[in-house]
Nanobody, 118 residues
């Protein structure tokens, strides 16, 4: 099995920054996409950003230019650097990874709360 453990959430003022980390462990042969979703109260979960093993990235329009996703393949870890945070970024952030050989292939982290408020 695979486990994903997130860290780095918290409370930050508008305009501030946070860096989320998500480390995968267990029986891992390879990882395709890794990424981050978020879910705000009363809203559907939405994709924030994702990255392939070769470093290709995709971002939600709402975070382009403010968030940066990166990945350390040697450590099976994905990061989300969040700058210029806004109150509307407040949500629980979930990391995920797609692991070939597993059915289902997608595993999720436990979620970490990000609150942007003055």
């Amino acid at each position: 099995q695979v486990q994903l453990v997130e860290s780095g959430g918290g409370l930050v003022q508008p305009g501030g920054s946070l860096r989320l980390s998500c480390a995968a462990s267990g029986s891992i042969f390879s990882i395709n996409y890794m990424g981050w979703y978020r879910q705000a109260p009363g809203k559907q979960r939405e994709l924030v950003a994702r990255i392939t093993s070769s470093g290709s990235t995709n971002y939600a329009d709402s975070v382009k230019g403010r968030f940066t996703i990166s990945r350390d393949n040697a450590k099976n870890t994905v990061y989300l650097q969040m700058n210029s945070l806004k109150p509307e970024d407040t949500a629980v952030y979930y990391c995920y990874g797609d692991f070939p050989g597993y059915v289902p292939a997608r595993f999720w982290g436990q979620g970490t709360q990000v609150t942007v408020s003055s």
